[in-house]
């Protein structure tokens, strides 16, 4: 993924000279059950979102990216940056913040927001399988009416005092590997007997 703050959005399928052909997400979802939805908002740094692709693939996790994004989703730009598992990502993409939720649907009691102007740890949230994680982007974090309109579901890593924040990115998996130790111990996530994890198996019981 090419860096490219200024570039114009095109929609996924759109060839350009340049780039080469932009990528389209899967049709259908890959995953059945996801273990978790990690949602993207205006992420700008394409090295931290192609982690997280990576992250989202090996733990079972759909990613949502809400544009504008600060970077080409390309097959070009992908090939260079040696994303090869981005074909086995479960992944889907929204215009703008108003089409995430009402295409997901938007459930607050569902979603978790993250940042750090929250005194609420991650560790003490009551996570459960199919929850959407919420990341605002590398600069600026999330909108302020969005923190302000859901106080209960914002939470926090926490950080050494003085300590200003984490590579997304790495808050990313802390999240997610938080989440699936919490499944584990529900019961709602499953390991193969080398310790792997099962991905796409089915919950025992889907939450509502």
């Not at 993250?114 to 399988?129: E, Q, W």
């Given at each position: 993924m090419a860096s490219n703050p200024n570039a114009p959005q095109h929609p996924a399928n759109a060839p350009t000279e340049s780039a080469g052909a932009f990528l389209s997400p899967p049709p259908e979802p890959i995953l059945r059950a996801p273990?978790?939805?990690?949602?993207l908002h205006k992420p700008e740094i394409p090295n931290n979102t192609g982690n997280i692709g990576r992250t989202c693939v090996a733990t079972g996790c759909r990613l949502h990216l809400i544009h504008p994004l600060g970077f080409e989703?390309?097959?070009?730009a992908c090939r260079r940056a040696g994303l090869d598992?981005?074909?086995r990502l479960d992944w889907t993409e929204h215009a703008d913040w108003n089409a995430y939720t009402t295409r997901a649907p938007f459930n607050p009691a569902r979603t978790w927001i993250?940042?750090?102007?929250?005194?609420?740890?991650?560790?003490?949230?009551?996570?459960?399988?199919g929850d959407h994680l919420l990341f605002g982007s590398e600069s600026r974090g999330l909108p302020p009416e969005i923190l302000a309109a859901h106080p209960d579901r914002v939470l926090t890593l926490p950080?050494?005092?003085?300590?200003?924040?984490?590579n997304l990115a790495t808050a990313v998996c802390a999240v997610v590997y938080e989440g699936l130790r919490q499944l584990r111990a529900s019961n709602d996530c499953r390991f193969s007997p080398d310790g792997r994890l099962i991905v796409d198996a089915e919950p025992h019981a889907q939450p509502t």
């Open positions: 273990h978790f939805h990690v949602v989703l390309s097959e070009k598992y981005w074909p993250l940042s750090t102007k929250s005194k609420n740890s991650v560790f003490d949230a009551p996570l459960r399988r950080l050494a005092v003085g300590e200003r924040s984490l």
